[in-house]
């Protein structure tokens, strides 16, 4: 049924900040930049006269994320779950040196609740991570 994962999207509160965050940070480069308006988006979104600049970045595996920027429909400006609460908790990425990126991120001042940790396999090398609009992110460093 399913032939693959097409993209994780995520609401932002300010796009140039999250543009530049996941690509020049995080490594992913812009596929597809467009506004949208119309009847199709508001009956998909349940909202009228919506106005929604859409941004697909991939990286060079060709993960996706949709960055979603609402230009008059706002709503809270960070999420506010944790990684146990009901619903979307965090998206995971497979990186190198995770070591390194923990005191790249700790210079930029990001929020970490614990430094990067060992699994109980020895497999990877985990971390949590908050990113722009507080979303939890978890960063694995596979082990060989």
Same mark, same amino acid.
């Given at each position: 049924?399913?032939?693959?994962?097409?993209? @994780?999207? =995520?609401?932002?509160?300010? =796009?140039? %900040? $999250?543009?530049?965050?996941?690509?020049?940070?995080?490594?992913?480069?812009?596929?597809?930049?467009? &506004?949208?308006? +119309?009847?199709?988006?508001? !009956?998909?979104?349940?909202?009228?006269?919506?106005?929604? @600049?859409?941004?697909?970045?991939?990286?060079?595996?060709?993960?996706?994320?949709? *960055?979603?920027?609402?230009?008059?429909?706002?709503?809270?400006?960070?999420?506010? +779950?944790?990684?146990?609460?009901?619903?979307?908790?965090?998206? $995971?990425? @497979?990186?190198?040196?995770?070591? &390194?990126?923990?005191?790249?991120?700790? =210079?930029? +001042?990001?929020?970490?609740? $614990?430094?990067?940790? *060992?699994? %109980?396999?020895? $497999?990877?090398?985990?971390?949590?991570?908050?990113?722009?609009?507080? !979303?939890?992110?978890? !960063?694995?460093?596979? !082990?060989?």
């Amino acid at each position: 049924m399913i032939k693959g994962m097409r993209h @994780t999207g =995520l609401v932002v509160h300010s =796009l140039e %900040p $999250a543009i530049d965050f996941w690509t020049n940070i995080m490594g992913f480069h812009i596929v597809k930049q467009m &506004e949208e308006h +119309g009847k199709h988006i508001d !009956l998909m979104m349940g909202l009228d006269n919506v106005l929604v @600049t859409t941004v697909k970045l991939k990286d060079d595996q060709n993960g996706m994320i949709e *960055l979603l920027y609402f230009h008059n429909h706002t709503n809270i400006p960070r999420w506010q +779950g944790t990684p146990f609460s009901t619903g979307l908790t965090h998206i $995971a990425f @497979t990186v190198c040196n995770i070591e &390194e990126i923990y005191k790249k991120f700790t =210079l930029m +001042g990001m929020d970490f609740p $614990a430094p990067p940790q *060992l699994s %109980p396999d020895g $497999a990877v090398k985990v971390i949590y991570v908050s990113g722009p609009e507080g !979303l939890l992110m978890e !960063l694995v460093e596979e !082990l060989d």
